[in-house]
């Protein structure tokens, strides 16, 4: 709909998995289970702006903003929800005996950067959705604080405006994956710590300027160090660094 944006998983071209969506418009924001295009799962929903965020299991509640003719959807509430103050931010949510930050939750930093999503002892452990001050987003799978296994990273438009979909290993590109560029341009295939390594497809979109003719060039083959030596093509490697501490 106008002015909603999703960023997570689909299935069956519905919004289905852990993902964010947020309406500009009304200021509705939900992080977490989604379901043939509806919150199912435990999750974090702001419904209108200044509203207080609820943490809990929903089945069902609609994506935009509730009113008198909806049915009211069913919730379990999160057992033993805490708020912690820490001296670079705050933590709400699911904890083990009431002291260390454990299960689903949302953690916030000083600096703007926030995370919602499951942890253990206090950090981002399985799957959830990170927001960078800068504001890329990851949403995805979790390893004691790192990016880990598979999951989707959007930069920001400082950075590039690139996109990465595959697999991560403690926070780099590693594993099968596809980065493409803001320009249309993009690589699918194998990836080692950070760099194109293994068999890949390069595909070059070169976009006319003052009239001139578009231009496109492919390229598959086996990749080293972000280097395809038989078709004597190499990608800059600063596009294919990722930090995200």
């Not at 083990?96 to 454990?102: S, T």
């Not at 002892?121 to 995805?140: E, I, L, N, P």
């Not at 390893?143 to 950075?159: E, T, V």
Request: with cysteine.
């Amino acid at each position: 709909s106008c002015g909603t944006i999703y960023r997570g998983h689909f299935k069956n071209d519905q919004y289905d998995g852990f993902g964010d969506l947020y309406n500009k418009e009304t200021g509705y924001h939900y992080t977490g289970w989604m379901t043939a295009g509806k919150p199912c799962g435990i999750g974090r929903l702001v419904r209108r702006e200044k509203e207080e965020p609820i943490l809990a299991h929903f089945h069902g509640a609609p994506c935009g903003p509730i009113t008198a003719h909806q049915k009211r959807w069913t919730t379990n509430f999160l057992r033993f929800p805490s708020t912690f103050e820490y001296s670079d931010g705050s933590y709400t949510g699911e904890t083990d005996n009431g002291n260390v930050a454990n299960g689903f939750g949302h953690r916030e930093w000083d600096d703007g950067s926030s995370y919602t999503g499951y942890g253990r002892d206090q950090k981002c452990h399985g799957f959830g959705c990170f927001r960078f001050a800068d504001g890329s987003m990851y949403v995805g799978e979790f390893l004691d604080g790192d990016c880990h296994g598979k999951g989707r990273l959007w930069f920001a438009q400082q950075h590039g405006g690139h996109y990465y979909c595959g697999q991560f290993d403690r926070g780099k590109f590693h594993g099968h994956g596809r980065l493409e560029w803001s320009d249309g341009s993009y690589y699918d295939g194998e990836w080692h710590h950070g760099n194109c390594r293994g068999q890949g497809k390069y595909y070059s979109y070169h976009h006319p300027s003052q009239g001139g003719s578009s231009s496109s060039r492919c390229v598959s083959g086996y990749f080293d160090n972000n280097q395809c030596e038989e078709h004597n093509l190499l990608l800059d490697p600063i596009c294919l660094m990722v930090r995200l501490a």
